[in-house]
């Protein structure tokens, strides 16, 4: 174990955590109500190693193939593991096999395979449904910019909620690359418009989750209500390149 490694990250992870609670209070709320989940795509185990020596215990992935070799390495008993990015339908085994979270459900194709891989495996899933309140700018999730948007959702959302290895926990967003935090805040405050929406439309589903907020913008997420933030970089530190 790189033991500079695990200070460095240490220092930074409580850093953040600092600025989580900081950020809770001055928006009135608890900050044991936000997750922290530390991503850790692309970096190599002995990093995502470290991470958990210094006190990682939520990490996110992107890349199902390459989680799951860590996943096996790592083990699935000490940490929970949050896939944070696009799935392929056709990787959805690997995601209802290793993750205790899926952030990024974005299709009805992709929730019938991870229900039904879910089954096999004797799991249920909590799983948070993708929307995109940004426009253009963002390729994947359901478009909920625009509130003329959202009835379209309902049916969708009902089959998905509907799916007995599945639970519905709330929404996850992945906004356009800001270079300031406040870029962002109209997009998480759309987000809480569309979780009062589809709260009061399917009430059977719990909607409670909002996962949104990355290094540049955690702050910002935590005081427009995020309970799960995703930061990379500002605790590991740059990323290797892929591949
Ligand atoms: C990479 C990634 C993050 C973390 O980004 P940082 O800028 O490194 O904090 C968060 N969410 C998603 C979906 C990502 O792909």
Redesign the pocket.
Known sequence: MDENLVSEIRARLEDTQEKIARAAHSAGRDPSAVRLVV?T?THPVASVQAAIQAGACNL?E?YAEEAVLKINQIGMSDVEWHM??HVQSRKADLVAKHFDWM??LDSLKLAGRLDRFCADAGRILPVLLEVNVSSEDSKFGYPAWDSNQWPALRDEFLQIAAMPNLRVCGLMT?PPFADLAEESRPFFVQMRRVQEYLAKQIPAADWGQLSMG???DFTVAVEEGATLV?????I?GQ?PTRG
Not at 230 to 234: E, F, H, K, P
């Open positions: 991503v795509k996110g992107n944070i990015g952030h990024s992945m990355t290094s540049v995703r930061v990379g970089t500002a590991m990323r």
